[in-house]
């Protein structure tokens, strides 16, 4: 139950003994240099259209994990395949492809989304690099994607600026920005963790009906075992680099085997408040 190393063929994406070590003189921590071990010996599977949940405390290596997954950072051990290819090998047009194709919802909108940009050219310039329709199709597809995550009319947003939303709507045009691009896979991470709990609760909602109707699979990051346990199919709990317990999303956490999760789950309040939607309606 330490981790699953077997992939089935049902699988979109597999880490294979991933690592990654940071090594700087300048932490204080590294101990004769040897580095912190942010990501160590990870293997795990994603299987087409689940939700996946990483789910673990500050500083386990969940971001770091998703930068790997996304090619923004590169492995000093394991492999990590996308559809069965190795993402490290891909250069040129396949790297293209792959970059529309894998798309991140970043955890602070306010951060990510340029604040000279209208709303309209935020969700648009995505489409403008990746050279994608003319601009009467750019103009339909991104009102089709700001409409479908709750901006709507959307021409009422076109011409605002970010610092004109509030928090929940400058996160439904970051995630607008994601899915205009119709991605299958979409890594979250924390995307909701600036928000207050009934804005996240809708957040939750517009992503469990995007997952719904646009086949996506997620990669879902979060500390919080309640939002993992309402969005997420199967999660691997992570420590300190590690995972520590991986299963379906209901089994670890009515169930959990390692004392760690167990520490996570004592630490919930909310918990037991939120459903997973497969437990009933919300
Ligand atoms: N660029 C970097 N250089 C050096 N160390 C780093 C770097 N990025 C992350 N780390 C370290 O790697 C470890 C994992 O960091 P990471 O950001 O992946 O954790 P996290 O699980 O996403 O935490 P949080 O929940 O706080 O976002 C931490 O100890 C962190 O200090
Ligand atoms: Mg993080």
């Given at each position: 139950m330490m981790s699953d190393t077997t992939a089935p063929d049902s699988a979109i994406l597999e880490v294979q003994n991933v690592s990654r070590i940071y090594?700087?003189?300048?932490?204080?921590?590294?101990?004769?240099?040897?580095g912190i071990t942010a990501v160590d010996n990870v293997s795990l599977h994603v299987r087409l259209g689940e939700v996946f949940g990483l789910v673990g405390g500050s500083g386990s290596g969940k971001t770091t994990l998703g930068r790997l997954i996304l090619?923004?950072?590169?492995?000093d051990g394991g492999d990590i395949r996308f559809e069965g290819m190795s993402v490290s090998s891909l250069r040129g047009r396949g790297l293209k492809a792959f970059r529309r194709r894998m798309q991140m919802i970043p955890q602070d909108p306010y951060q990510s989304l340029n604040p000279y940009f209208s709303i309209y050219d935020t969700v648009a310039e995505p489409l403008v690099i990746h050279g994608i329709g003319d601009d009467a199709a750019r103009h339909e597809l991104v009102r089709k994607a700001l409409e479908s995550c709750g901006l709507s009319p959307a021409q009422?947003?076109?011409?605002r600026y970010p610092h004109q939303l509030s928090g929940g709507q400058r996160q439904r045009a970051a995630i607008a920005r994601v899915m205009v691009l119709d991605p299958d896979f979409v890594i979250?991470?924390?995307?909701?963790?600036?928000?207050?709990?009934?804005?996240?609760f809708s957040i939750f909602r517009l992503?469990?009906?995007?997952r719904k109707k646009q086949r996506v699979t997620f990669l879902f990051i979060t500390h919080d075992l309640a939002a993992a346990r309402f969005f997420c199919d199967r999660i691997?709990?992570?420590?300190?680099?590690?995972?520590?317990?991986?299963?379906?999303?209901?089994?670890?956490?009515e169930n959990p085997q390692h004392e760690y999760t167990k520490s996570l789950i004592a630490a919930q309040p909310r918990f037991s408040f939120v459903k997973n939607p497969a437990e009933g309606e919300v």
């Open positions: 090594r700087s003189r300048r932490f204080l921590f590294a101990r004769d240099d040897k090619r923004l950072e590169h492995p009422d947003y076109y011409p979250a991470d924390e995307p909701t963790s600036m928000l207050d709990a009934s804005i996240s992503l469990s009906k995007i691997a709990v992570v420590r300190q680099g590690r995972i520590v317990e991986t299963g379906p999303t209901v089994a670890v956490i």
